[in-house]
């Protein structure tokens, strides 16, 4: 068993083990250190399977959640730009299983019987969830650029109305669960037409508490509503979603229409563009931060394992030894948010820690507390002494892996045709606009700002600061901007300006006022005719727009 661990030649460190990456120093980490904390006092019955070798060196997951039409199947095609085995996509509920798409050689797909008992798949431990989900469970294969890096898992569509009571088969709640727990992102997809959360949404919603980094919330379709009823949608999103995640902060929410076909309302096209660039580039990380978000997930599941332990060795000691022990245990039950507030005090740990109160009794119920272990307090301290000095080692071995080789984004697919070229986000705008033109851009409009140059009566074809600042300000914007706004302007540094950089100072404040980001340095097209270090190219810009002005 666990015969994953490495023994390859590497760095040791100061207690002899070896890691050659942060993969192999968490999954020893676990085998040593962690796993027999949750083997002793029964963590996998309650809370969660133990680890494998495929968990660790998985590929970043996507997990998609929403109801039937909202466009999570469709999304990944949207991703992929091909179709994968198994997909099916209509308005009805199409997808009635769970749908891994993965990287593979071969076209093809996996039944879910099968998948379980292969070791090189993350996925062995749902073995536990019966035929009724592996019935329902397959993994689709396919060589696609995008699955290099990552893996998206399609769900069953979520009902709603009298079609959430029909049972499943499975406890699709505890699946979610269990995924949830594993993958790299959340996302819940919402139509702009379909934002009741149902009770089986809610549940799912529910099953991810905890994982609330991870959740990232899509409004599809966004296309079909004008501006003001897309204001009265997302408003009516936010909403819904309040009650259901009961976080203080705001969950992000991108808008877009994800699919391959013409927007039907296009006047928030920028909008939608803008939101899906920021969606491509977090998932684009994914691969960057999947070593960091393995980290994190194993400091979670330690600091849950240590509070089980306290909870069950409390439980043993506080039990009779022969008379009495069904009645303290229904007693012992009953008073578990006080036993909760005992620990907390006794062992200083968060109230944020601790599992849920009402399903650890329910959970409780089936177990003889006389059979717990007592507390074993060298194998707390292990755990201890991993998160106080081992994980920090792992964290500069993070830092040190990406400085030596930067894991590659997420490439391919839809990640592909926007992100370079004449449909790249920006391109031609802002800053951007004239990159390729022949003439200076300021130009366009020099006539207009030369007028105001020459009311400013300059001496000697310049400025000074202070006639350049009264017309400056009249844009209202403050002065940490126009600040900037000068220092780019002014070429020559000479704490003056000339025309050409008066009117590079006015197209810039055009640009802000436009909504568009300042650049750090100016770029090359932006650069007046007279400034350039090619007195040539000064000269042709210069007939360029001295005649467009005759």
């Not at 009961?246 to 994800?258: A, D, H, I, K």
């Not at 892996?401 to 490439?411: G, N, R, W």
């Not at 700002?449 to 202070?466: A, Q």
């Amino acid at each position: 068993m666990f015969s994953w661990v490495k023994q390859e030649q590497g760095g040791r460190n100061k207690d002899g083990e070896m890691y050659q990456t942060v993969t192999e120093g968490l999954q020893s980490l676990y085998l040593k250190k962690l796993l027999p904390l949750e083997e002793t006092y029964l963590f996998h019955d309650f809370h969660s399977p133990a680890l494998e070798a495929a968990d660790f060196q998985s590929k970043p997951m996507v997990l998609l959640v929403g109801q039937y039409s909202t466009g999570k199947t469709t999304f990944i095609r949207y991703l992929l730009e091909q179709d994968f085995p198994g997909m099916r996509i209509g308005p009805e509920p199409t997808t009635d299983g769970f749908i891994a798409v993965m990287y593979g050689e071969n076209e093809g797909i996996i039944p879910g019987n099968a998948l379980v008992v292969d070791p090189k798949k993350p996925f062995r431990k749902l073995n536990a969830f019966g035929n009724s989900f592996l019935n329902r469970f397959i993994c689709s294969q396919m060589p696609n650029q995008v699955l290099q890096s990552i893996s998206i898992i399609d769900t069953p569509g979520i009902l709603s109305g009298e079609k959430q009571r029909i049972s499943r088969g499975y406890d699709f709640a505890e699946v979610l669960r269990w995924f949830g727990e594993r993958v790299d992102r959340i996302i819940l997809l919402f139509d702009a037409h379909k934002l009741d959360i149902s009770d089986e949404f809610s549940e799912a919603i529910r099953a991810f508490k905890g994982q609330d980094d991870k959740i990232r919330v899509v409004l599809n379709k966004a296309d079909q509503v004008d501006t003001q009823q897309l204001m009265r949608v997302y408003g009516a999103l936010m909403w819904s979603l309040g009650k259901v995640i009961n976080t203080p902060e705001v969950v992000r929410v991108y808008l877009g229409s994800f699919w391959g076909k013409p927007l039907q309302n296009s006047e928030n096209r920028r909008l939608f563009e803008a939101e899906s660039q920021d969606l491509f580039k977090d998932i684009q990380s994914l691969p960057r931060n999947a070593a960091l978000r393995k980290l994190n997930d194993l400091i979670k599941r330690a600091r849950l394992a240590k509070v089980h332990a306290y909870i069950i060795s409390y439980l043993k000691k506080e039990m009779p030894s022969l008379f009495g022990r069904e009645k303290k245990k229904e007693e012992l039950i009953t008073r578990l948010p006080e036993i909760y507030c005992i620990l907390q005090r006794e062992h200083h740990i968060s109230p944020g820690d601790f599992p849920n109160v009402t399903k650890m009794q329910d959970m409780l119920q089936h177990y003889d507390f006389n059979k717990f272990p007592s507390l074993k307090i060298k194998l707390v301290e292990s755990v201890d002494k991993m998160l106080a000095t081992k994980i920090a080692g792992l964290m500069s071995m993070i830092r040190e892996e990406e400085s030596k080789a930067p894991p590659a984004m997420v490439s391919g697919g839809a990640f592909e045709g926007s992100q370079e070229g004449p449909f790249g986000q920006g391109y031609g705008e802002g800053i951007s606009a004239g990159a390729d033109a022949e003439d200076w851009i300021v130009s366009r409009e020099k006539h207009r700002y030369d007028e105001i140059f020459y009311m400013l009566m300059p001496v000697n074809g310049k400025i000074t600061g202070v006639n350049a600042k009264k017309e400056m300000m009249n844009s209202r914007l403050p002065n940490t901007v126009l600040g900037k706004i000068w220092k780019l302007a002014d070429c020559d540094r000479d704490g003056m300006l000339d025309d050409e950089e008066f009117a590079l100072a006015q197209h810039l404040i055009k640009v802000k006022l436009e909504g568009y980001e300042l650049p750090g340095e100016l770029p090359e097209h932006l650069v007046p005719p007279t400034h350039r270090k090619n007195p040539t190219d000064a000269d042709e810009n210069n007939t360029l727009y001295n005649h467009s002005e005759d």
